[in-house]
């Protein structure tokens, strides 16, 4: 019998419809490989709508949760990723979230958190809607790379690898004030450039 | 976009890169928590109609994914074993069915696993064809090395082998710890119970030799086709029907013509002890649950060697001692068997008295026919005497009963096993019933209708007007046969008595569960201690709340994984509280609580919760923090007493969010120790079929009400533990 050939662990797993199929039919690490492939834009979304990061990621879990209980129903769409249903989900989590205040302020404000993140959304500008949100993150991570290297830098070991700026300083030799400037001035020029690219222009 | 949003973006951006791992960690804990609650129903059935509940069914059945045998003790075992095969790393076996993991590699169908790999299933069954064309199939959660052609070592779950005819001298062998299974050409399989203790042979066709460690072929038990044995207490059983298909159906994963072969000799006793106490429990507890599966098919004797084996093995072992008085306890009276019978007659036998004292004549009446006997243990009868003697009749024969009765209604009761070898599967033997000339059987099929060695009884009304009762037995294809005959007078006004509904169904023993009965690791996955002690994966709550986990040291407690995740209640007010539910029998119990504050962040008076146990505040402003700080473990117990069944644990927010990481529940009422050994007979009391009937109802209503939701159902009632 003639062998097939072997196939590296790794070479479907961005394979979306193929991961789907599998966490569909049962497979616990397909499905986690999805999970992967969506995360960081699951969490975003709802980082961005929600003050508390643990709540955000609570429920973000709960997001992911749902898409498991409910991956029997789910059809892949013609483009081929999950990605807009999970956000769907993440959404009405959301909306669900936010009804919470009346009836915890009747219980003498047992979680302060939601109240605050209710009253944070009434008051955001424009609740985004996952998909747009999801042009900011890809506008951001080009306008990231665009940077000039020593801010790129910057921006990758404070917000991504999380050193604080304490660390960072010491390194440099340079005060922390100085580098808080710097990354003011940084965000800045990035939210130019992420205006601009949704726009539709060059970055 | 203001300069905040931005901020909080690369923040959320940041932190999913730099947590992704933990992240997806946590949302597997939930998928798995998730997953283990759909078996909620079947639990709760085992554990609501016990004495003492049983945490786990039969490990062949559920798909639950075995714990990793911690003890990996891979004893060489010298034998007179020609390997013959070449050494080096060259392949030795073929993934042909699902997937397996060798070190950090998954294999998938077509790829090959290395010579002396250890290969795990995690993900599912698996199965492997070597190179002599002989199938392995792993289930889940088992490991074995392929060491050489002809030569598998299993190291933890189970494998099942089709084995291709061997050239003479050659042998298939599949090594454990404890016992070693050799095949010259059959269908097996081998599984080790928890934590490696004891090894158990299912042959499905042919026949092995099981020898233990060390010792020569000569001195191996072999082990017939529907045969069972469990290595370390040399007992033998047959296998139920539920054994058996379980087994044929690992045989047909392989889709490989079965070739058969067979032979040899007789047993030795089995030497007692020497496993460490972790292994001990695993392997009494395997071995009670199968003791306990054929005692409710009604195959004591078997079930009663089982327990006779684990007595021998370990002396004075007070769960032993407590299943042996059960099995003592005679099985529920059934409704029909306990009316006044015009004739009891055991077809084909000698004089009999059942368990519940009704005598059965010798056979007598008939005309034709010939006595057959096959003295194997029956399914679904206490009385097996009756079906193991038959009478038949060759073709060109007919087989008739006359009994003399005055002239009246009547009530017939036919019992029949189908207990020949060259008659046990569908369409291999039937024939017509005729009762005071009326046809009431046609073409019956003992085996097609419920197998064989399984007793049936069919129940006829009739009306003699003659003073004799003329039962006639006719060719169809194969011979006629029976096993038993009753006949029960119909007074006018009393309505017929009710047929019988065979299987006899006993109810389950109470088995052992260590000294907890639940431990729980909440918001986590199953979890073996350094203790041994086996926490099941989070499970009993409501739909509220979310699994957390940090996996960082925790000061104060070497059982780290208990307190690294947790079970958050997440504070949508629609949802109401986190509660933890837990099937008991009504008694007094011991709820153990673990705690630790994983956020190092938080200060005291963030979160803050009330803990109510059976509605009864037991912890009041309990704050985890403000008590030993942050990741450090925290256990708080508190005494209850349950009367309806269901041990309730409710977390109620003062402020932030109630969070738990383990949960033990103890009982602290004492059996009582029955005498030891384990033999069948003398009187009863009690009425376990009442409480067996308490819990189908039980069961019945919780199907109905859902399997999704994780509530128990209502109360289960049970009679005062003996």
Redo the contacts between chains.
């Keep these: ?1 003639s ?2 050939p ?2 590296q ?1 790794g070479s479907d797993a961005r394979d979306e419809p193929l991961q789907v199929e599998r966490a569909k039919a ?4 397909a ?2 490989q999805l ?2 492939m969506h ?2 834009v699951v ?2 979304y ?3 709508h929600v003050r508390a ?2 709540t ?3 429920l ?3 997001v ?2 749902r898409a ?2 409910r991956l029997d129903a789910f059809q892949l769409p013609e483009t081929g990723s999950m990605r807009p249903w999970l956000m769907g989900i993440a959404r009405n989590l959301l909306l ?2 936010m ?2 205040p009346a ?2 302020e009747a ?1 003498g404000g ?3 958190e ?1 109240v605050i993140d209710n009253r944070q959304l009434e008051q955001a ?1 424009a609740a985004r809607d996952p998909a747009e949100i999801e042009r ?2 890809e506008a ?1 991570q080009s306008c990231v790379d665009k940077l000039p290297p020593a801010s790129s830098s910057l ?1 990758s070991q ?5 050193r604080t700026l304490a660390s960072l300083a010491a390194e440099e030799h340079k005060q922390e004030s100085a580098l808080r400037m710097r990354l ?1 001035r940084i ?2 020029a ?2 130019v450039c ?2 601009r690219a949704l726009e539709g222009g060059a970055v | ?3 905040e ?14 947590t ?1 791992r933990q ?2 960690q ?3 804990d ?2 798995m928590a ?1 997953v283990t609650a759909e078996r909620f129903v079947s639990a709760v059935q085992k554990k609501i109609d016990a004495a003492a509940p049983r945490r786990r069914g039969r490990a062949w059945l559920l798909a639950a994914p075995l714990a990793l045998a911690a003890a990996a003790l891979i004893v060489v075992a010298m034998h007179a074993l020609r390997s013959g095969a070449p050494e080096g790393p060259a392949p030795v076996a ?1 993934v042909v069915a699902g997937t397996l993991q060798e070190s950090a ?2 294999l ?5 696993a290395p010579r002396d790999a250890v290969l795990t299933s995690e ?2 069954r698996a199965c492997l ?1 070597l190179r002599d064309a002989s199938h392995l199939c792993l289930e889940q959660g088992s490991r074995v090395r392929v060491a050489a052609e002809g030569r598998v070592q299993l190291e933890a779950g189970k494998v099942a082998a089709v084995v291709t005819h061997q050239k003479p001298g050659q042998t298939f062998t599949i090594q454990t710890a404890v016992a070693e299974v050799v095949a010259i050409g059959t269908a097996f399989s081998v599984e080790l119970t928890e934590e490696g203790a004891s090894a158990i042979a299912r042959v499905v066709q042919g026949t092995v030799l099981v020898v233990p460690p060390g010792r020569a072929r000569g001195q191996g038990t072999e082990v017939r086709a529907h045969q069972a044995l469990a290595a370390s207490i040399g007992r033998r059983w047959r296998m139920s029907s539920e054994e058996e298909r379980e087994e044929w159906s690992l045989v047909r994963a392989q889709a490989v013509p079965v070739v058969t072969a067979l032979q040899t000799a007789e047993a030795p006793p089995p030497e007692p002890g020497g496993v460490d106490g972790g292994a001990q429990e695993g392997e009494v507890a395997a071995l009670l649950r199968l003791a306990d599966a054929l005692r409710a098919r009604g195959r004591l004797r078997d079930a009663q060697g089982i327990c006779d084996g684990l007595a021998q093995r370990y002396p004075d072992h007070p769960e032993i001692e407590r299943i042996a008085a059960e099995l003592r306890r005679p099985p529920p009276a059934q409704p029909w068997n306990a009316t006044p019978a015009v004739y009891r007659i055991n077809a084909g036998g000698g004089r009999y008295v059942d368990p519940r004292g009704n005598v059965w004549s010798a056979d007598a009446h008939y005309t034709g026919g010939h006595s057959g006997e096959f003295l194997e243990e029956i399914d679904g009868t206490d009385m097996d005497p009756l079906y193991q003697s038959e009478r038949f009749v060759f073709p060109g024969e007919t087989l008739t009963y006359n009994l003399p009765v005055p002239d009246g209604a009547y009530v017939v009761r036919l019992h029949f096993a189908e207990i020949w070898a060259g008659t046990v599967k569908r369409n291999m033997r039937q024939f017509d019933v005729v009762v005071e000339g009326v046809k009431v059987l046609a073409g019956y099929d003992i085996a097609g209708e419920v197998g064989s060695m399984t007793a049936t009884v069919k129940q006829v009304v009739t009306t003699v007007r003659d003073g004799s009762l003329d039962i006639q037995f006719r060719h169809v294809l194969e011979n006629p046969k029976v096993s038993a005959i009753e006949v029960l007078a119909l007074t006018p006004d009393a309505p017929p008595p009710p047929a019988p509904a065979p299987p006899t169904v006993f109810p389950p023993l109470p088995l052992p569960s260590t000294d907890a009965l639940y431990r729980v690791n909440t918001g986590g996955r199953e979890y073996v201690d350094p203790q041994g002690r086996r926490w099941e994966a989070d499970n009993y709550f409501n739909d509220t709340g ?3 986990a940090q996996y960082v040291d925790i000061a104060g407690t070497d059982l780290d994984p208990l307190y690294q995740t947790e079970r ?1 209640a ?5 949802r109401g509280p986190l509660v933890y539910s837990f099937p008991v029998p009504p008694g007094r119990y011991l709820v153990r609580l673990h705690f630790a504050e994983l ?1 190092p962040a938080a200060g005291a008076g963030s979160n803050v919760f009330d803990v109510l146990v059976e509605k009864t505040e037991a912890f009041r402003r309990l704050d985890v923090f403000a008590e030993v700080g942050a990741l450090r473990a925290l256990a708080k117990e508190v005494e209850t007493t349950v009367s309806d069944g269901v041990l309730d644990l409710s977390f109620r ?5 109630p969070r738990i990481s383990a949960i033990e529940v103890l009982p602290l009422a004492v059996g009582a120790p029955g005498a030891a050994g384990c033999a069948v007979g003398g009187a009863g009391s009690a009425s376990p079929a009442l409480a067996l009937a308490l819990a189908l109802a039980v069961i019945a209503a919780l199907v109905r009400s859902g399997s999704r939701r994780r509530r128990p159902g209502g109360p289960a009632e049970r009679p005062a533990s003996r």
């Excluded at chain 1, 049962?26 to 690490?29: K, L, Q, T, W």
């Excluded at chain 1, 404070?158 to 999380?162: I, K, L, Q, S, T």
């Design positions: 019998m062998a097939r072997s196939r662990p049962g497979d616990r690490e499905f986690s999970v992967r995360q960081a969490r975003v709802l980082s961005a990061a643990e955000a990621d609570d973000a879990q709960e992911f949760l498991f209980k669900e979230h009804r919470a009836r915890l219980r047992a979680d302060l939601a500008p900011r993150m951001l921006v404070h917000y991504f690898e999380r003011l965000r800045e990035l939210r992420i205006e | 976009m203001t300069d949003e931005l901020q909080r973006m690369l923040d959320a951006l940041g932190r999913s890169r730099a992704e992240f997806v946590r949302v597997e939930l998928v998730e073929t590699r998954r998938e169908v077509g790829q090959e993900d599912g064809r979310l699994g957390a958050r997440y504070v949508l007010p629609s956020n927010p003062i402020a932030g969010r």
